[in-house]
């Protein structure tokens, strides 16, 4: 297993070890000591999974006062997957980072909590999985939209599907005079 750092403190590139033979590969999807060994969660409460198809853009999401780490990675299709540094006060705030994870790579990405997340489809169709830190709580959660300029993620593609949720999401600017935002 490898773990590559990126420009924001914890939000790491997970390349877990596979065993590839004449009949196909083996991994360990997660693993609780191992993880926790590289500084990962050795807990996480939910695990997720949702398929999209091409041009598809889920996100940006977060919870405001149950933030949830992530776990995220694909066993089917392409998507490139984004972190949004929200965290008020942090040194990175509004800053993103964006990786294309791939079945084929078997690549894992770990978004600590108080990032907002979202992903876009690249193939015909991915399925999507995460394992989640927090529970999901429905009334707790926020939209940051995927095109703020003050955050200025280069997404691969340019007029993505969106949930109606996702379309009417605010900005950054606004999300910061959120009454509901925990200080
Ligand atoms: C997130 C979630 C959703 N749902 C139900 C609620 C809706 O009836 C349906 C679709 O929900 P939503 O449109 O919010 O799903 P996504 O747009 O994929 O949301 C996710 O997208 C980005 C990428 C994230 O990082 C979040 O984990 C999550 O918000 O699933 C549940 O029952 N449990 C859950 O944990």
Redesign the pocket.
């Known amino acids: 297993m490898k773990v590559i750092s990126t420009p924001l403190p914890g939000v790491v590139l997970i390349q877990p070890k596979v065993f590839g033979d004449e009949r196909g590969f083996f991994l360990e999807n997660y693993q609780a000591q191992r993880y926790r060994e590289y500084g990962l969660p050795d807990q996480f409460v939910?695990d997720?999974h949702?398929r999209s198809a091409k041009n598809v853009l889920?996100?940006?999401?977060f919870q405001k006062n149950y933030p949830?780490g992530?776990l995220?990675y694909v066993t089917s299709g392409i998507v490139f997957d984004v972190a949004v540094d929200i965290r008020v006060g942090s040194a990175t705030y509004g800053r993103w980072v964006g990786v294309t994870l791939t079945a084929e790579s078997h690549q894992q990405f770990y978004?600590p909590p108080g990032f907002a997340?979202?992903?876009c489809v690249l193939s015909d169709v991915a399925d999507?999985h995460?394992k989640?830190t927090e529970y999901?709580h429905?009334e707790d959660?926020g939209c940051l939209r995927w095109d703020d300029p003050d955050v200025g993620i280069t997404w691969p593609i340019a007029q993505p599907i969106l949930?109606a949720?996702?379309a009417a999401a605010g900005s950054l600017a606004a999300l910061k005079n959120d009454p509901q935002r925990p200080s």
């Open positions: 939910q997720n949702s889920r996100g940006l999401h949830q992530k995220v978004v997340h979202g992903f999507f995460y989640c999901y429905p959660e949930s949720k996702d």
